[in-house]
Protein backbone atom coordinates (compact mmCIF):
# COMPACT_ATOMS: atom_id res chain seq x y z
CA UNK A 1 0.00 0.00 0.00
CA UNK A 2 1.05 3.49 -0.57
CA UNK A 3 -0.19 6.97 1.47
CA UNK A 4 0.70 10.56 0.09
CA UNK A 5 -0.02 13.19 2.05
CA UNK A 6 0.12 16.93 0.79
CA UNK A 7 1.07 19.79 2.44
CA UNK A 8 2.27 23.71 1.93
CA UNK A 9 -1.87 25.06 0.60
CA UNK A 10 -2.98 28.44 1.67
CA UNK A 11 -4.29 32.05 1.17
CA UNK A 12 -2.29 34.47 -0.99
CA UNK A 13 -2.56 37.46 -3.23
CA UNK A 14 -2.23 37.30 -6.76
CA UNK A 15 1.47 37.23 -8.06
CA UNK A 16 2.57 35.87 -4.72
CA UNK A 17 4.15 32.07 -4.77
CA UNK A 18 2.97 28.83 -2.32
CA UNK A 19 4.98 25.30 -2.60
CA UNK A 20 3.23 22.38 -2.16
CA UNK A 21 4.36 19.12 -0.54
CA UNK A 22 3.64 15.56 -0.98
CA UNK A 23 5.55 13.10 0.84
CA UNK A 24 4.79 9.14 -0.24
CA UNK A 25 5.23 6.08 2.05
CA UNK A 26 4.65 2.75 2.17
CA UNK A 27 5.55 1.22 -0.91
CA UNK A 28 6.90 3.58 -2.87
CA UNK A 29 8.68 0.97 -5.22
CA UNK A 30 5.47 0.83 -6.78
CA UNK A 31 5.03 4.44 -7.89
CA UNK A 32 6.42 5.64 -11.40
CA UNK A 33 5.13 8.65 -11.93
CA UNK A 34 3.89 11.52 -9.04
CA UNK A 35 1.84 14.28 -10.58
CA UNK A 36 -0.26 17.38 -9.28
CA UNK A 37 -3.94 17.80 -9.80
CA UNK A 38 -6.05 20.27 -8.88
CA UNK A 39 -10.09 20.57 -8.96
CA UNK A 40 -12.15 24.12 -8.89
CA UNK A 41 -15.91 24.02 -7.48
CA UNK A 42 -18.02 22.89 -10.23
CA UNK A 43 -15.22 22.04 -12.54
CA UNK A 44 -12.94 18.64 -13.30
CA UNK A 45 -10.40 17.26 -11.48
CA UNK A 46 -6.98 18.35 -14.31
CA UNK A 47 -3.46 17.72 -13.88
CA UNK A 48 -1.07 19.96 -13.04
CA UNK A 49 1.89 18.59 -13.66
CA UNK A 50 3.91 15.39 -13.29
CA UNK A 51 7.37 13.44 -12.96
CA UNK A 52 7.86 10.23 -13.56
CA UNK A 53 10.35 7.73 -12.59
CA UNK A 54 12.99 9.07 -14.94
CA UNK A 55 12.53 12.71 -13.99
CA UNK A 56 11.13 13.76 -17.37
CA UNK A 57 8.19 16.22 -16.15
CA UNK A 58 4.66 17.39 -17.99
CA UNK A 59 2.93 20.39 -17.35
CA UNK A 60 -0.84 21.74 -18.11
CA UNK A 61 -0.25 24.69 -20.66
CA UNK A 62 -2.45 27.02 -18.21
CA UNK A 63 0.43 26.57 -15.74
CA UNK A 64 3.64 26.46 -18.19
CA UNK A 65 6.54 29.01 -16.96
CA UNK A 66 4.91 29.56 -13.68
CA UNK A 67 4.79 25.94 -12.03
CA UNK A 68 7.70 23.76 -11.60
CA UNK A 69 7.39 20.48 -10.46
CA UNK A 70 10.57 18.51 -8.60
CA UNK A 71 11.34 15.80 -6.20
CA UNK A 72 13.81 15.06 -3.57
CA UNK A 73 17.09 12.78 -3.82
CA UNK A 74 15.39 9.55 -1.94
CA UNK A 75 12.23 10.01 -4.53
CA UNK A 76 9.74 10.19 -1.60
CA UNK A 77 8.34 13.41 -1.57
CA UNK A 78 7.13 15.71 -4.60
CA UNK A 79 7.36 19.58 -4.60
CA UNK A 80 5.19 22.23 -6.64
CA UNK A 81 6.50 25.51 -6.82
CA UNK A 82 3.81 27.74 -7.88
CA UNK A 83 5.31 31.68 -9.12
CA UNK A 84 2.90 34.05 -10.40
CA UNK A 85 -0.12 32.69 -9.00
CA UNK A 86 -3.75 33.97 -10.31
CA UNK A 87 -7.16 33.98 -8.89
CA UNK A 88 -8.03 31.02 -11.46
CA UNK A 89 -5.66 28.63 -9.88
CA UNK A 90 -7.55 28.78 -6.67
CA UNK A 91 -8.64 25.01 -6.35
CA UNK A 92 -7.99 22.12 -4.59
CA UNK A 93 -4.82 20.39 -5.08
CA UNK A 94 -3.96 16.52 -4.78
CA UNK A 95 -1.01 14.37 -5.33
CA UNK A 96 -1.31 11.50 -6.96
CA UNK A 97 1.00 8.47 -6.94
CA UNK A 98 0.53 6.40 -9.98
CA UNK A 99 1.63 2.44 -10.26
CA UNK A 100 1.99 1.54 -14.23
CA UNK A 101 2.52 -2.01 -13.03
CA UNK A 102 -0.64 -2.83 -11.96
CA UNK A 103 -2.33 0.85 -13.06
CA UNK A 104 -3.33 1.65 -9.16
CA UNK A 105 -3.47 5.37 -8.00
CA UNK A 106 -2.76 6.41 -5.03
CA UNK A 107 -4.59 10.13 -4.22
CA UNK A 108 -4.14 12.12 -1.34
CA UNK A 109 -6.75 14.51 0.44
CA UNK A 110 -6.07 17.54 -1.09
CA UNK A 111 -4.80 20.84 -0.35
CA UNK A 112 -6.74 23.89 -0.83
CA UNK A 113 -5.26 26.90 -2.45
CA UNK A 114 -6.55 30.09 -2.98
CA UNK A 115 -5.44 33.29 -5.13
CA UNK A 116 -6.93 36.50 -4.30
CA UNK A 117 -6.92 39.37 -6.45
Known amino acids: QVQVVESGGGLVQAGGSLRLSCAAS????????MGWYRQAPGKLRELVASIASDGSTNYADSVKGRFTISRDSTKTTVYLQMNSLKPEDTAAYYC???????????WGRGTQVTVSS
Open 26 to 33: GSIFRINI
Open 96 to 106: LGHSLLDGRQY
